[in-house]
């Protein structure tokens, strides 16, 4: 049996983790609004019945523990610019490309590519936090709980290996969108 003080920390991580879930749960159903990709989409879907299937995992976790399950959603990581530098380019660019007939396609292709890249940060930090959950319980003496961080985890390197293992799919799929404008520009540059 573990003290008040480590039992009530623990609650507390446990809670952090299913903060990052509720906020993963919203996350993949923007991402099977946007992306293009079937098979991408096929994933999301499996992956948010599991997402709340690791939400279920944590709230039982946590009540068995006698801490109470929180509602609230963790800020997930998105790629942003670091600089105003960079942020001036970006604008720049975007503009310029809008003028394109083909930008459309361009700027779907780079979101898709940078959700992608997210999502892939994401899970990262979801097995991370798994580990060291599962580590914490271990040490605790936490057994089931224990056991049941593990599926969760489990299920996160999943999700991790197929947005790894799909990066030449997806590669694939979006380079003639990214092509398309700057070939383009290349032949007005000739031309001129």
Same mark, same amino acid.
């Given at each position: ?5 480590? #039992?009530? &920390? ?6 952090? @983790? ?10 993949? !159903? ?21 997402? &709340? ?8 976790? =946590? /009540?068995? $523990?006698? *801490?109470?399950?929180?509602? %609230? ?12 530098? /960079? !942020? ?5 660019? /975007?503009?310029?490309?809008?003028? #394109?007939? +083909?930008? *459309?396609?361009?700027?779907? %292709?780079?979101?898709?590519? /940078? ?5 892939? =940060? ?6 991370? +936090?798994?580990?060291?959950? $599962? ?9 089931? %709980? ?5 599926? +969760?985890? #489990? ?5 991790? #290996?197929? !947005? +790894? ?8 799929? $979006? ?8 070939? *383009?520009?290349?032949?007005? !540059? @000739?031309?001129?």
């Amino acid at each position: 049996m573990i003290n008040s003080a480590l #039992n009530d &920390r623990l609650v507390e991580f446990l809670n952090e @983790a299913l903060a990052m879930e509720h906020a993963a749960e919203d996350r993949v !159903i923007a991402r099977l609004g946007e992306t293009p990709i079937e098979q991408v989409q096929q994933q999301l879907q499996y992956h948010l019945e599991e997402t &709340r299937q690791q939400q279920n995992r944590l709230r039982e976790i =946590i /009540t068995n $523990m006698g *801490g109470k399950p929180t509602s %609230a959603k963790a800020a997930l990581p998105t790629l942003k610019p670091a600089t105003s530098d /960079t !942020i001036s380019s970006m604008v720049k660019e /975007t503009v310029k490309s809008l003028a #394109n007939e +083909s930008s *459309g396609q361009m700027l779907d %292709a780079e979101k898709e590519m /940078t959700r992608t890249k997210e999502d892939a =940060i994401i899970e990262n930090a979801e097995i991370v +936090s798994y580990k060291m959950l $599962m580590e914490m319980t271990d040490k605790a003496g936490l057994k089931d %709980a224990s056991s049941k961080l593990k599926q +969760s985890l #489990n299920e996160e390197v999943a999700m991790a #290996n197929f !947005i +790894s293992g799909s990066t030449p799919v997806l590669l694939s799929l $979006m380079w003639p969108k990214l092509e398309t404008p700057a070939e *383009g520009k290349q032949k007005q !540059i @000739a031309q001129a």
